[in-house]
């Protein structure tokens, strides 16, 4: 019955495309962010449905689209360049059917991101992509958070998100980062959303989702997401004004909350404090210090997986007022836990630099484009909100990220895709706003001079 349920829904969709093309790259979007075919049990497990999908979006758009007022961004440049970087170091990886196994799906989100923005060519479009995105996601929180409340807290790992993989965004840490990520564009529909315009209803369904969002840390029992919930109370700050009796609102919830925070969660949090005891944290900071050190030897990278080469050392300290001396362990194929160290092991330093500026382009160009458009009676008053809203939830994905190997997580770039999308969409505004075209001007007619003979 699910399997025939999730085939209904995308034939239905696919049928729609076929009028409006842009529907066939919301149906991508919903496939890459939900797995669809994890959900299933047999019919949709056999099927490339994500090659597809991708393939009907890209034909749609060639065939049938308006191309007349596309742009290409920037970054969009960066995003190709990144992938053609990553073929030529998974061509050279030190391990290549294990490398081979990552590029076949990196190559479809970074070539997704970089043809995404040609497609956002209205506000609808814009708007549309975030709701899919939102509502994909909303997919995997609200069991997550239902859960949570069911059970008092699923623990590290435990927390079983509509399927038994721990990978992509029904891992625990990634979730909790996009969880986290995605409230400031939750909060923009509450007020400036066109598509379900925002009545009670639509608040009302925000704001559980919100709630849900902030349950997804505390079930899963991951420090990654404490660390994003803190960054995203601070980022919160600038769009408040009362600032002082916002922070003690924030001190006073959160000390609220203690009571009832499951002791699954609060244990775990409690090992931020003794990191240098907790076999975790003492294994990435362990790996990250060989990643250093192999990229010294390997500056370009050793390609997608280079991290199963590695073996690490590392001390394990006790507990304090333990009696027992410190434990000397020692790994091997540890992954990097971290997006940086990810790019930096794998890519080298051209590929980091190239990943981080796509990403800190984005964080200064959302930043131009919401002091360009703070003004709440301007023509495009909604772009300035949004632009902060995408920008807090990138920020925080780079917080995330230091903890996280989410590099080339395609929600994540789907995120930037949009960024680009609004940036090219509000240049394009202004062009053709400052656009006069030329008239030719009739010339002046000659004053009429009385002439003197005839007075």
Known sequence: MRDLAFIAFLLAFFGMGFKRPFLLVLVYVYIDIVSPQRLTYLLLNSVPISLIAVALAVGGWIIAD??????????????????????????????????????????????????????????????????????????????????????????????????????????????SAVAI???????????????????WRVKAYCLALVFACLLIPVGTSTRTGLLCIGLLALLSIRNVKRKVAYLAMLGVL?????????????????????????????????????????????????????????????????????AEAPKVEVDKARAYHSAYFEMLGEQGYPGLAIWLAINLIGIVRMEFIRRRYRDPEGEYAWAGPLAAALQSGHIVYLLGAGFIAIAFQPFIYMLIGAQIGLDTYLARKRSEQSFRPMRRVAPAAKPVVPDALSA
């Open 254 to 322: 959160g000390l609220a909350a203690i009571p009832f925070l499951p002791s699954t969660f609060t244990n775990r949090m409690n090992t931020i404090k003794t990191y240098d005891a907790d076999e975790s944290a003492s294994t990435r900071l362990a790996v990250w210090k060989w990643t250093i050190e192999y990229a010294k030897a390997n500056p370009f990278g050793g390609g997608f997986n280079a991290y199963l080469g590695n073996h690490i050392r590392y001390d394990l300290k006790t507990t304090p007022g333990a």
């Open 181 to 199: 990520a995605i409230v400031p564009i939750i909060v923009w529909f509450m007020h400036h959303g066109t598509i379900f315009r925002p009545d």
């Open 66 to 175: 308006d191309k007349r007022d596309t742009r290409v961004g920037g970054r969009q440049v960066l995003i190709v360049l990144l992938l053609l970087y990553c073929w030529g170091t998974t061509i050279a990886a030190d391990f290549p059917v294990e490398a081979k196994e990552k590029w076949d799906w990196v190559w479809k989100a970074l070539a997704f991101a970089a043809f995404l923005p040609l497609t956002l060519r209205t506000r609808v479009r814009i708007e549309a992509l975030l709701l899919f995105m939102i509502l994909a996601a909303s997919s995997i929180i609200v069991v997550g958070g239902i859960k949570t409340i069911a059970s008092g807290g699923g623990g590290y790992g435990q927390l079983n998100l509509m399927v038994d993989n721990n990978s992509g965004l029904y891992e625990g840490s990634t979730i």
